[in-house]
Nanobody, 123 residues
């Protein structure tokens, strides 16, 4: 089965940057949608960014457009989230996720989840 393992989280000051990585195994991922979700304290889990494995088409939540960039490296079976100009409201546990069938990943259709990794942005 597919396994997703996140890395790269940590503590950063507002305005700083972090790069999250998701190592994926159990492919191939030709028809997959891959992406990142996050869950902040006291909040529900929400979509952050998605990418189609085959075409590399990307989609972003309005709250992160212009600041975050999602990408994938097919040879390494990895998905990345470059986070720039971080804000305190970005503080959350970030989850890598995969949808077996849909190129555009959605919360309700996620088939596989990583265990999550904490990103803390201080003011």
């Amino acid at each position: 089965q597919v396994q997703l393992v996140e890395s790269g989280g940590g503590l950063v000051q507002a305005g700083g940057s972090l790069r999250l990585s998701c190592a994926a195994s159990g492919g191939p991922f030709s028809n997959y949608g891959m992406g990142w979700f996050r869950q902040a304290p006291g909040k529900e889990r929400e979509f952050v960014a998605g990418i189609s494995w085959s075409e590399g088409r990307t989609d972003y939540a309005d709250s992160v457009k212009g600041r975050f960039t999602i990408s994938r490296n097919s040879a390494r079976n990895a998905v990345y989230l470059q986070m720039n100009n971080l804000k305190p409201e970005d503080t959350a546990i970030y989850y890598c996720a995969a949808d077996k069938f849909a190129a555009t990943i959605q919360l309700a259709s996620v088939d596989y989840w990583g265990k999550g990794i904490l990103v803390t942005v201080s003011s």
